[in-house]
Structure formats: structure tokens, C-alpha cells
């Protein structure tokens, strides 16, 4: 399994989101975090369907902070426990069965 994390601040400029493409291009992540994104809920979404990431949990932001948000393919098996502005708590399938956090 695969996953990838990453620091974008600010996933709306052109340039950062085409340099996050090529990287899922050459990585090929089941699961992609990304934080400090400065998007809306929304536009993450929106972002997700571009990138052909079927299913995206982007968590709105309270105050100053820059969001958060969780894409992964559906090929891979996510039960989403919890999440604030401040974190997203889930458990994964592992290709094996058993779950992992």
C-alpha cells in the first residue's frame, strides 16, 4: 500500500497542483493526505475528481488554520473514525484483511 503526505500550503495555485499530479503520476498513492490545502471543502472535492480520486474527506478550517483532507482510491478499504480541523483519525485495510491505523 502506498500512501502519501504532504504539506502543500496552498493546493489553488496552478503550478503546485501540477506538480502534485505528476508526483501521484510517478507514485501511484492509494491514499494521499494533504494539509495546509487552503481550499474549501468544495474545491477539494472538485480537485479530487480532476485528479480521478474517487473519494476525498477535506475538513473545513476554524480561525487561521490552512485544512486538511484525505483522498484514497476505491480500491482500498477506509473507515474515517474521526476528524477535526486539526486531524482525520482512520482505519485502513491492509491487502492481507487486517486493519491498521
Known amino acids: 500500500m502506498r500512501v502519501?503526505?504532504?504539506?502543500?500550503?496552498?493546493?489553488?495555485?496552478?503550478?503546485?497542483?501540477?506538480?502534485?499530479?505528476?508526483?501521484?503520476?510517478?507514485?501511484?498513492?492509494?491514499?494521499?493526505?494533504?494539509?495546509?490545502?487552503?481550499?474549501?471543502?468544495?474545491?477539494?472535492?472538485?480537485?479530487?475528481?480532476?485528479?480521478?480520486?474517487?473519494?476525498?474527506?477535506?475538513?473545513?478550517r476554524k480561525g487561521m488554520g490552512g485544512r486538511l483532507a484525505m483522498l484514497w482510491n476505491s480500491d482500498v478499504n477506509v473507515n474515517v473514525t474521526s476528524f477535526s480541523n486539526h486531524h482525520i483519525d482512520a482505519q485502513v485495510q491492509t491487502e492481507g484483511g487486517s486493519w491498521m491505523r
Not at 503550478?15 to 495546509?36: C, G, H, M, N, W
Open 4 to 60: 502519501l503526505s504532504w504539506n502543500v500550503r496552498g493546493l489553488g495555485n496552478s503550478r503546485t497542483f501540477l506538480a502534485l499530479q505528476k508526483i501521484l503520476q510517478q507514485q501511484r498513492p492509494q491514499i494521499l493526505f494533504v494539509s495546509e490545502i487552503k481550499l474549501t471543502a468544495k474545491q477539494m472535492s472538485n480537485v479530487s475528481r480532476k485528479l480521478k480520486i474517487e473519494n476525498c474527506l477535506a475538513v473545513d
